[in-house]
C-alpha cells in the first residue's frame, strides 16, 4: 500500500481533506460509509469527535477513535481528487519515493533488508520518514531493488512555497 495520509482535517458537510504523501490532496466524503456503516452516523451528531480525526501510525489511514476508522485506501480510492498538490518536505518525498520504488520492485521490506543488508527496521523508519539515511544507503537500497538513486536540484525550492509544509520552520528542502 503506498497510499500513505500525510495529514487529514475534518472539514464542513462531514468531507475530509487529505493530504497524502505524494503531495496529493483529495476531499472525501463520509456520508458514503453510512450505507455500509452506520456507526459513521455517531461523527455528524458529535461534531467534536468528528473533529478529532487523526492520521494513524504510519499514514495507512485515519481515525477518530477504536471503532471508527477507515483506510488510506478507501480514503484514496473513493475520495475525490482536488487538483491541487503540496510540497511536501524532502524526508517524506523520500519516503513515497522508496515505498513507491519498493513496491514497483515487488518486495517487501523485509526481502529489501536481505538483499542489502540493512535491518527492516531501518528501511521501516526511512519509509515513514523518521530516518535520514546517507546517501550510501540509499545507494544500497536502490542496488538491493535493481535501480539506482537519481538526484535533482529544483529551482522551484528557491521560491516561497511553503503551502502544505509539514514544519513551517523548515527552510531547505
Not at 522551484?156 to 511553503?162: G, H, K, L
Amino acid at each position: 500500500m503506498s497510499n500513505r495520509i500525510e495529514c487529514v482535517q475534518a472539514m464542513e458537510n462531514m468531507t475530509l481533506r487529505v493530504i497524502f504523501r505524494d503531495g496529493t490532496e483529495k476531499s472525501y466524503d463520509v456520508r458514503q460509509m453510512y450505507a455500509s456503516f452506520p456507526q459513521f452516523r455517531q461523527l455528524e451528531d458529535d461534531f467534536s469527535l468528528y473533529q478529532s480525526v487523526q492520521v494513524d501510525t504510519g499514514g495507512y489511514g485515519v481515525s477518530w477513535n477504536d471503532d471508527l476508522d477507515l483506510d488510506a485506501e478507501e480514503l484514496w480510492d473513493n475520495g475525490v481528487c482536488t487538483g491541487r498538490r503540496y510540497e511536501l518536505d524532502l524526508e517524506h518525498r523520500l519516503a513515497a519515493a522508496l515505498v513507491k520504488a519498493r513496491e514497483a520492485a515487488g518486495i517487501t521490506q523485509k526481502e529489501l533488508a536481505r538483499l542489502t543488508g540493512i535491518a527492516q527496521g531501518d528501511i521501516s523508519k526511512i519509509e515513514n520518514a523518521t530516518a535520514n539515511p546517507s546517501l550510501r544507503t540509499l545507494k544500497r537500497l536502490a542496488a538491493g531493488m535493481g535501480m539506482r538513486v537519481q538526484l535533482t536540484f529544483d529551482s522551484r525550492a528557491a521560491t516561497p512555497y511553503n503551502e502544505g509544509r509539514r514544519n513551517e520552520h523548515a527552510d531547505h528542502q
